[in-house]
């Protein structure tokens, strides 16, 4: 009864979330505002702030560097590392009951304070990238500079779509992205420098270059992925007049303003998740070995095309749709029951629901929620994603194998995106891809900037550990 009355809640809470937000935005959000600076150079902010976290990290270190952050068990070392507290991520923080926020704010609150392409429409990613970058909320003024100068960096050699085309045209389309990805390599910047003999203080500075140029040159590389094996090749240029979201939209071949809405939405939720999920820090541990943006980022994707991490929003919508041919677009909430029960006593999980660290439903998901309210509230598959709202929690909780039965974000993106006609799921992973590289990206600058080590925790055989417990329990 407790499912259902908290579902029955959730539209009104919904409706009121602007008034309740509008008064929790306190004094920490108008200090990032008050932070912000009228220079448009993102390059010359960061140089102005790097010295201030340098010495901060530094006082950390000669403080409390001995202080101990918690107990690692035997459970924590067979579990995946879960629960241990083991890297510094200083762009996101994810807590288990709140959920993300994006250098201290929530997503509610970026949709508020970060400049949107029109107003009251979704924030646009060049803000968060910004704001994850420096702290900072940008004016308007930030992120269009920002924007224009990620057009200009736009741009990708012919071998780079050569090597792509060296690949069967069905190969997976994450397949395709990360080799687009590698073969960009061959410009790394850092690459350069470090032979070149740079002085490891300004590592930063080709490593900054290399990210603004990876992230700038993603969505041609993805957009490439996608209309040549969907569209028989035919490639849409980039658009001068689009910001970053409205332009990889623009160049998949969807221009509807909602679209181009959604893609902006898309991109800033998925931006970062802090540094434990597998593409996070996968980035994080190529790139501790002095291995450039790209490198690090390519591995990163390697992980993200896991059906344990990213490929989970393919795998949602395959799911829903397979709901729909078994039991029809109108199936009732008992004979949805009986299908998840099928699915979870054929060995299989329901796709879109729990999450290794959240322990409440994904503010993602509700973000993706009031979107398809506001424009798509009667779409058949969205009915749908809002039925397994209600019916898949109380079912997980009574099989008790679950922390959090609750949605994540992967349980609506799909939806969303397959109502304004990309319907590819296999697709779905690649646009992760080009979001997270946002996130990875800027803490990538930031360990440069920091000198943050080579990452390299301690192994144990099956044996060390039984002996070191018998050790324990008889002491």
Excluded at 10 to 34: C, E, G, K, P, Y
Excluded at 58 to 63: A, D, G, L
Excluded at 202 to 228: C, G, Q
Aim: charged share 20%.
């Amino acid at each position: 009864m407790v499912f259902f009355r908290s579902v029955s809640l959730l539209a009104s809470r919904l409706r009121s979330r602007a008034t309740v937000q509008q008064s929790n935005l306190s004094n920490s959000v108008r200090w990032l505002q008050t932070q912000s600076s009228s220079d448009l150079d993102l390059h010359s902010q960061l140089k102005e702030l790097i010295p201030e976290q340098q010495e901060r990290l530094k006082k950390i270190k000669t403080e409390y560097g001995k202080v101990q952050l918690g107990n690692i068990t035997v459970d924590m070392v067979l579990g995946g590392m879960r629960g241990m507290t083991g890297l510094l991520w200083e762009t996101s923080l994810l807590d288990p009951e709140e959920g993300i926020r994006f250098r201290g704010l929530s997503i509610p609150e970026c949709q508020q304070v970060l400049p949107a392409a029109k107003p009251g429409g979704e924030p646009l990613p060049e803000g968060l990238l910004w704001l994850l970058l420096t702290g900072k909320v940008p004016s308007k003024g930030q992120v269009d500079s920002l924007s224009k100068e990620l057009r200009n960096r736009a741009t990708v050699q012919d071998y780079v779509y050569k090597a792509i085309d060296a690949l069967p045209v069905m190969a997976h389309p994450m397949t395709q992205f990360a080799t687009g990805v590698m073969a960009l390599q061959v410009e790394s910047e850092f690459q350069k420098a470090y032979d070149n003999g740079i002085h490891k203080s300004k590592y930063w500075e080709p490593t900054y270059e290399d990210s603004l140029n990876l992230i700038a040159r993603l969505p041609l590389i993805a957009s490439y992925v996608y209309r040549r094996i969907h569209k028989n090749g035919s490639i849409i240029p980039v658009d001068n007049s689009l910001d970053y979201g409205a332009n990889f939209s623009h160049m998949l071949g969807f221009d509807s303003p909602q679209m181009q809405e959604l893609m902006r939405l898309y991109v800033t939720i998925h931006s970062d998740h802090e540094g434990g999920n597998v593409s996070a820090h996968t980035g994080h541990l190529v790139a501790s070995a002095l291995s450039d943006p790209y490198l690090s980022f390519a591995a990163a994707l390697n992980g993200l095309a896991g059906p344990l991490h990213g490929l989970a929003n393919q795998e949602v919508l395959l799911w829903i749709k397979s709901v729909v041919e078994e039991c029809g677009e109108n199936i009732t909430k008992e004979q949805l029951k009986d299908y998840v029960w099928k699915t979870l006593k054929g060995g299989k999980v329901v796709p879109g629901f729990g999450h290794g660290v959240l322990r409440k439903t994904d503010p993602r998901y509700t973000c993706q929620r009031e979107f398809a309210l506001k424009h798509l509230p009667d779409d058949p598959l969205f009915q749908l994603v809002s039925k397994l709202y209600e019916v898949v929690p109380p079912i997980l909780t009574e099989l008790g194998k679950v922390k959090n039965p609750w949605p994540n974000v992967d349980a609506h993106s799909g939806v969303l995106l397959n109502h304004y006609g990309l319907t590819e799921a296999r697709y779905y992973t690649v646009l992760f891809g080009v979001s997270r590289s946002i996130g990875i990206c800027s803490q990538l600058i930031w360990d440069r900037a920091l000198g943050l080590p080579l990452e390299r925790p301690k192994s144990v055989t099956m044996e060390w550990l039984e002996n070191h417990c018998k050790k324990a329990a008889s002491s």
